[in-house]
């Protein structure tokens, strides 16, 4: 795969005018992920506006609910046409196998091609201090994230997202048709800000990412275009 089309730019905007402004001014971005913040002040006219352009969607809700409320979210998620489409892992066996289910009939009805659907396994701004202290898990944070990912695997989902400091061990484990997403991926010239496990683009793809979500060391840069820039370039010496 070209290195440049493992990189989703997160539109982390608030509105669909920066939206669409941001996708002008980048022309060259192939992937784009859109989560709740747009969606919900958008609502699916961002999603006809990239796809209009020919562009890939990460559409990154993060589903977590009942099963079968998220089998109705998935099955209406998957009418769009989108790429990628996101669960909470903890949401359950029974949740997960019921998405597998709708994003299926939701694409077959709209007569397009189904989205991967991916697990969430633990958000990448908790830490393993948080997760034992604030969420209470008893296990260390790698073995937790790979528990979520091979639960996942075997509710029939197509990959699952996780920071890039696990993605050795979910690479080895889950093997190659598993896809692992990563955001909290940071070059070294940006703030890290909120992530607390991350690496930097090269490293994240040398671990076995499939793709990379970057979203504010391009999106808010001074210069979008030079940064992304940036990145592309990094991303040319991984062999």
Same mark, same amino acid.
């Given at each position: 795969?070209?290195a440049?089309?493992?990189v $989703?730019v *997160?539109?982390d ?6 939206a669409?402004?941001?996708v ?5 971005v192939?992937?784009?992920k ?6 919900t002040?958008s609502?699916?006219? $961002?999603?006809e506006v990239l ?5 890939q $969607?990460f ?7 009942i ?13 769009y046409?989108?790429d990628?489409l ?14 597998t #289910?709708a994003?299926q009939?939701?694409? *077959?009805?709209?007569?397009?091609k189904?989205?991967?659907l $991916?697990?969430i396994t ?5 830490s393993?201090?948080?997760l034992a ?9 790698p073995?937790?994230a ?8 075997e509710?029939?989902?197509?990959g699952?997202v996780?920071s890039?400091?696990?993605?050795a061990?979910l690479?080895?484990t ?6 692992l997403?990563c ?6 010239w940006?703030?890290?800000?909120d ?8 490293q994240?793809i040398?671990?076995?990412?499939d793709?990379?979500?970057i979203?504010r060391?391009i999106?808010?840069a001074a210069?979008? #275009?030079?940064?992304?820039?940036r990145? *592309? #370039? ?6």
């Amino acid at each position: 795969m070209n290195a440049e089309k493992q990189v $989703i730019v *997160a539109l982390d905007v608030p509105d669909l005018s920066s939206a669409i402004a941001l996708v002008e001014q980048l022309p060259q971005v192939h992937f784009w992920k859109v989560g709740l913040e747009l969606f919900t002040s958008s609502g699916p006219t $961002i999603l006809e506006v990239l796809k209009s352009q020919q562009k890939q $969607i990460f559409l990154d809700l993060k589903f977590h609910d009942i099963p079968n409320t998220v089998a109705g979210a998935c099955r209406a998620a998957a009418s769009y046409g989108v790429d990628l489409l996101t669960i909470h892992a903890t949401a359950g066996v029974d949740a997960l196998k019921a998405a597998t #289910e709708a994003v299926q009939i939701g694409a *077959a009805q709209a007569g397009v091609k189904p989205p991967k659907l $991916i697990a969430i396994t633990l958000l990448t701004s908790i830490s393993s201090r948080q997760l034992a202290f604030d969420l209470k898990i008893p296990l260390e944070l790698p073995e937790y994230a790979l528990e979520m990912a091979l639960m996942a695997q075997e509710a029939g989902l197509d990959g699952a997202v996780c920071s890039p400091q696990e993605l050795a061990q979910l690479r080895q484990t889950c093997k190659d048709e598993f896809l692992l997403v990563c955001p909290g991926v940071r070059p070294t010239w940006a703030e890290k800000g909120d992530q607390k496990r991350s690496l930097t683009p090269a490293q994240a793809i040398q671990a076995g990412a499939d793709y990379l979500v970057i979203g504010r060391p391009i999106t808010t840069a001074a210069d979008p #275009e030079l940064a992304w820039k940036r990145i *592309a #370039e990094e991303l040319t010496t991984v062999a």
